[in-house]
């Protein structure tokens, strides 16, 4: 796939967003053009349309090793997705039940989304993260009992790849499970990363995002485990579309989209070769930083992580000094949270992995994708390398 950039700048910041895949361009473009009836109209126009989102469903089921495509519900994007699983569990949560389980690395997503059932009496507990940001799995078993209304965690963080593995979730599902205790997985940073198939994973719900793995952005999905919700509070509210569950006319473009991009990323995980290469050159990458800026740092190395992110802490140069004079340079990379980054200030999972202000400061985040190539992460190396050299001259003269 032939990378569309004028400028040549390379772009590693694959966990803010992907580059849009030209399959998934030309699925878009075709539903936008052929396809745009209302899939709930009962004429030729609409079924055509509605046919492409059950297919788009199938390749979504494919993708989560899911087993029903009734199981996968389309929605705006992965905030939404999470917002609609917290609200389906809460909003029918038992009197008894008031704490909700999370962690302290979640996105915003989950934490914005928790805050007005804190605010209406719930009590948010969140389970710690060691200095590698690895969630605390037996802290939170511990906790997990008939008083909880929840579990929400996250598969794999944004900031620093660090992931809790299948064998892990699952036993938090099995404790889930015995408590009968719905539980949330945010894995919107898994898919074309990890190979997921939500059996294993012991959730209820499960929540992804079209942008995050080359599909388009503005539709996501959330998988929700048969017999999981049976009574399903909506968050959108509406029509009668999604089974009930998702008010509002059907994105059809995007789901488009995202069912092509749920293919690709399918096949491109298949057999290994892709992530084994992502993470040949994360780790050139890795080894090169280390050798060139005197001082780095690398985050969640001792944690099993996305073969892709890299979250390394460059000591004496400003972050966002460095991050505007590397964009000058063509290097497109993050500090913590790209998601966030127009909240200044240090990144709050570094933060919880225990790591001073200056370090959840003064760290970038570097993010491949299955486009990356070997040219561009030895250029980013060497870019990175002098930039901070020059900055740290400039500031020692
Ligand atoms: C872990 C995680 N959860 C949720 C989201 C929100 O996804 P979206 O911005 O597509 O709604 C993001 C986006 O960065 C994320 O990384």
Not at 176 to 193: I, M, N, T
Not at 215 to 240: D, Q, S
Request: aromatic content about 4%.
């Amino acid at each position: 796939m032939e990378m569309r950039n004028p400028e040549r700048a390379i772009y590693l910041d694959n966990n803010a967003t992907t580059q849009v895949a030209p399959e998934v361009i030309e699925a878009v473009h075709a539903a936008m053009e052929m396809t745009w009836g209302n899939p709930s109209s009962r004429h030729a126009f609409g079924l055509r349309a509605n046919a492409l989102v059950e297919e788009a469903r199938l390749a979504v089921m494919r993708l989560l090793g899911a087993r029903s495509p009734g199981e996968i519900l389309f929605t705006s994007g992965g905030t939404e997705s999470i917002n609609t699983a917290i609200h389906a569990a809460l909003a029918a949560a038992p009197a008894g039940r008031r704490r909700i389980l999370t962690s302290t690395v979640e996105h915003s997503a989950v934490r914005q989304s928790l805050a007005p059932w804190r605010e209406s009496g719930f009590e948010v507990t969140e389970i710690a993260v060691d200095h590698e940001g690895r969630l605390d799995v037996e802290a939170c078993l511990a906790a997990l009992d008939s008083g909880v209304a929840l579990v929400t965690v996250q598969l794999a963080n944004n900031e620093t790849g660090a992931l809790t593995e299948t064998e892990q979730l699952a036993r938090i599902g099995e404790a889930a499970r015995a408590s009968e205790v719905p539980f949330h997985l945010d894995a919107v940073q898994g898919p074309g990363k990890v190979p997921l198939a939500v059996g294993e994973l012991g959730c209820d719900f499960l929540s992804i995002s079209g942008h995050k793995f080359h599909g388009p952005k503005g539709v996501g999905a959330l998988w929700v485990r048969p017999g999981a919700a049976p009574l399903f509070h909506p968050l959108v509210r509406g029509g009668p579309q999604e089974d009930e569950r998702r008010g509002g006319t059907q994105n059809v473009p995007g789901i488009a989209g995202i069912g092509r991009a749920a293919d690709l990323a399918r096949e491109w995980l298949a057999d290994g070769a892709g992530a084994r290469r992502v993470r040949e050159l994360r780790d050139r990458l890795e080894s090169r930083l280390l050798g060139e800026i005197e001082g780095a740092r690398l985050h969640a190395k001792g944690a099993p992580r996305l073969d892709n992110t890299v979250s390394v802490f460059v000591p004496g140069v400003e972050g966002e000094l460095l991050l505007s004079s590397l964009d000058a340079e063509g290097l497109a990379v993050s500090g913590g949270a790209a998601c966030s980054s127009r909240t200044k200030g240090p990144s709050p999972v570094l933060l919880a992995m225990g790591y001073g202000e200056e370090e959840a400061s003064g760290t970038l985040r570097l993010s491949l994708s299955r486009l990356t190539t070997a040219e561009e992460i030895e250029r980013a190396a060497d870019v990175l390398g002098s930039v901070v050299q020059d900055l740290r001259g400039l500031f020692s003269a």
